[in-house]
């Protein structure tokens, strides 16, 4: 592919006189993956300047390089713009293109990995060859691929994109994280739909304020959304009535779901030993959903999925149905181990305020006894939230222990201690796999003990190290 066929009608400043009759073998943002061809994307980080690394590209055989206009480039051809990330990925996809025929995206604080997962469940189900990709990787129906990050960079992504579509991948799902929205990492493939979960306290050492972070998010809708393309809402959040005011003011065709949904509203939810039964309203007809998943946000993420596949044209009865035959997602309110006391252990992702409260509430109903809560909170991120989870966790828990989550560079007892500081009447164990131990140790008959914020990950990040760590594994050890 040449690189005048890429540039052809985009928002690009050239050198004067350049030729563009150069074969493109790829692209790069990171000059230690050039190679001879490549277009390379130098954009100013919060931590590194991509610029810094023109030379180094240009010298590995880059033949453009996508910058800012006063970026200094000689020995490659400057492909200016104000708006570098976007204009790359612009790039990027007509390179990589084609992808599958239907792409939806998924955005909010949480839920989206459970959303997507579900989303390509029930496309299988109907007989379609699907993938998501998110926080679990990429994952089809025979295969799952980690990339370690919710929304991979772009160059990443648009290559899992086209890969998907030479195996015969027809429907993608994809997580669009406020990161990899304002770093413009989901661009330019055409996304038929995409969901609102709800918006929480969360990354606001990255975005500053909640309304920056909800801007962030909105691009899916003001920008990323095909313009004829569909919105599907989880009505039931503070955040959601503006949602669907960008939505609407886009023109694209919104499906609210929910208690307050009127495209599917849900008119009950009733739990059961193993999940809930879901009454559910469309188009004036009821239909009643037995969902092997406990806990009310489950039944949220389910409902949001099966909105983007009936926004896809797809019969909503015959969705709606599909539901009594998903699985649980890795990590989200997964049932690890039953103790020797016969206490469940369910091991769940959250690691924000809100998502703590879910995965309180959702187990709460199952609890006879005592409900035990352990948790921790990650170094070198938004620490205002630390005392916020501890005091959810004191007020909706029986017994809380707070112990450590990925500190990276943090002191520790300095984190458990911010947490702690919400939570005063809270156990304080540092080492994870002890305090796991701990709660199992103290689990009766009729206790319920959840293992919150790791999740699906297989790694404990201490300083500049990640030492293997599965809390679905230590559960399962520390109960034997």
């Not at 458990?416 to 994870?432: D, L, T």
């Amino acid at each position: 592919m040449r690189l005048g066929s890429l540039i052809e009608g985009l928002d690009a400043k050239l050198d004067t006189g350049a030729s563009l009759d150069l074969p493109v073998s790829g692209f790069a943002i990171d000059n230690r993956k050039v190679a001879p061809g490549t277009v390379f994307g130098a954009f100013q980080g919060a931590r590194v300047n991509g610029e810094d690394f023109i030379p180094a590209a240009v010298q590995a055989g880059a033949v453009a390089v996508v910058a800012r206009p006063e970026a200094r480039v000689d020995g490659a051809i400057h492909i200016a713009s104000d708006n570098p990330r976007r204009l790359f990925a612009q790039l990027a996809a007509r390179y990589f293109a084609p992808f599958p025929e239907v792409t939806v995206a998924v955005t909010g604080t949480n839920g989206k990995t459970s959303t997507v997962e579900l989303t390509r469940q029930l496309w299988r189900m109907l007989g379609h060859k699907s993938a998501s990709i998110g926080t679990l990787g990429v994952t089809t129906s025979v295969d799952q691929v980690s990339t370690g990050l919710t929304t991979p960079d772009i160059v990443t992504f648009l290559a899992n994109m086209s890969g998907l579509k030479r195996e015969g991948i027809t429907h993608a799902a994809f997580e669009a994280s406020s990161h990899g929205l304002a770093q413009y990492r989901t661009e330019g493939l055409p996304v038929s739909a995409a969901a609102f979960t709800n918006l929480s306290r969360d990354h606001l050492d990255y975005h500053g304020d909640m309304d920056s972070y909800f801007d962030a998010k909105m691009r899916l809708f003001d920008e990323v959304v095909e313009p004829q393309g569909a919105a599907v809402v989880w009505a039931d959040d503070a955040w959601s009535e503006k949602v669907i005011q960008r939505a609407t003011k886009r023109g694209l065709r919104v499906l609210s779901v929910g208690v307050q949904g009127q495209a599917l509203r849900l008119a009950n939810r009733t739990p059961t030993q193993l999940g809930q039964t879901l009454d559910v309203e469309v188009e004036g007809k009821s239909h009643k959903v037995n969902l092997p998943l406990i806990g009310a946000y489950q039944a949220a993420n389910a409902l949001t999925a099966a909105g983007l596949v009936i926004a896809g044209g797809e019969d909503a009865g015959k969705v709606l149905e599909l539901l009594g035959r998903v699985q649980p997602v890795r990590g989200r309110l997964e049932r690890a181990v039953i103790t020797r006391t016969g206490a469940p252990v369910y091991v769940d992702y959250a690691h924000t305020p809100d998502g703590l409260r879910a995965a309180i509430e959702a187990l709460r109903p199952h609890t006879r006894g005592r409900l035990i809560a352990l948790f921790g909170a990650g170094g070198d991120r938004d620490a205002g939230k630390r005392p916020q989870m501890g005091k959810v966790a004191a007020d909706l828990a029986d017994h809380v222990i707070v112990t450590d989550d990925n500190p990276r560079s943090e002191e520790p007892s300095a984190i458990r201690a911010a947490v702690m500081a919400g939570a005063p009447g809270a156990e304080e164990i540092g080492g994870r796999r002890a305090a796991i131990a701990a709660a199992i140790a103290q689990a009766g008959a009729d206790d319920i003990v959840l293992l919150a914020g790791k999740g699906h990950e297989q790694g404990q990040i201490i300083g500049d190290r990640v030492l293997p760590f599965d809390d679905v594994t230590v559960a399962r050890e520390c109960a034997g």
